[in-house]
């Protein structure tokens, strides 16, 4: 029996299997024990220090921050370890979609044959489907094979870290940790600075995912890794389709790593103080106009001259008092955040239904869920008074 039926059979998850005590992996099979060992010698080890820092984060920050360049990641993608956390990863939550099902129906040769293409280089993307969808903009979704989102998953667990730690601060979008909340918590409370917030330059790139010149996506790439062989894969990956196309795991990773070096321009060559950026959607706060104005120009050559991209014409520069900042979702103000106005169009509408059935309260709770998720994060206790019909919900 292979390792990945024995794995397979015992659906062994990362965070049970570092719950495990020592003497009861010695009750486990001989092929079990084998991945604990290759999994605690290689990238998965995770211990800490005494200010509990997890020592693979930190001598991982010590190392990028040490060496310009990183190698010698490729054979730790090719893993069994790393793999088989890839494929868990990429599982969840869709264990019962027809790919992942059709997938199981032969593990442990699907699985062995992704390990043998990974080692010997001749792993190529299989061919997408694509399919359009309107939120409200009409976008090309690019849809692979369960098969390639697992090794999708496999290079991320390996340079995810090298790459988030080149990222700055105020860039949140598909970043653990961050996202809109991270957002919510930056604005609120840099608006507090009221003198020096006082104005607002809103901008985004223009088409920016199938914008993306693969060339220059590269280069930034091999700012950080030198391992030849993963860089042939990435490279693979990157050529697969045009740009960088939504619905691959691994694009919005790219897609922030190539506006992450605009992002450093931004924060140390140019200085500017408020500054946030949410994939390609751009907040920069300042006391005045003319600085503003002058910044655009600057902005709007670098990213022409250096990433090959073009502003939207839809720039605004406004009195954040006047009119807020339409972000994320939010509309921010000095004084106070509102929900954007879309959002609580459809939570009204929502509500306005469901306060015409009969639910009981646990069922109604659950049915507004996502919204009293964006409700909770802004000053809405006067829109959900009006609105719902049992104060108890909220």
Known sequence: MSLWVVL??????????????CECREQLPPMLK?????????????????????????????????????????DTIC?????????LKAKQGKAKSYGVVLFDKNFESNMETIQAELISGCYCTSEYSVFKIYDPKERDVYRLPFRDRVVHHAIMNVVGEIWVSTFISHTYACIKGRGINGVLVHLKRDLKDIENT????????????PSVDHDILKVIIRKK??????LKLLDEIIDSAPGVPIGNYLSQFLANLYLTYFDHWMKEDKRVKYYYRYADDIVILAPDKPYLHGLLVDINDYLT????????????????????????GYKFYHTHTLMRK?????????????????????????AIASHMGWAKHCDSKHLLKTILKDEKIF
């Open 8 to 21: 397979q059979g015992f659906c062994v998850q990362r965070y049970e299997l570092q719950l495990l005590e």
């Open 305 to 328: 001259n250096r990433l090959n991209l073009q502003l939207k014409g839809n720039y605004q520069v406004f009195p954040v008092a006047a009119r807020g900042i339409d972000f994320v």
């Open 198 to 209: 006082q104005y607002c330059l809103k901008m985004d790139v223009k088409k920016f995912y």
């Open 79 to 87: 893993s069994t370890a790393n793999l088989y956390e890839a494929y």
């Open 34 to 74: 084998r991945y604990y060992k290759d999994r605690d010698l290689g990238t998965c080890q995770k211990t800490t220090n005494s200010k509990g820092v997890s020592r693979e984060t930190e001598n991982s920050n010590k190392k990028s921050k040490a060496m310009k360049r990183i190698g010698n990641l490729y």
């Open 342 to 366: 879309t959002i609580k169009v459809r939570f009204c509408r929502k509500v306005a239904k469901l306060n015409k059935k009969n639910l009981e309260p646990k069922a109604y709770r659950m």
């Open 225 to 230: 890794i030198k391992d030849v062989r993963l």
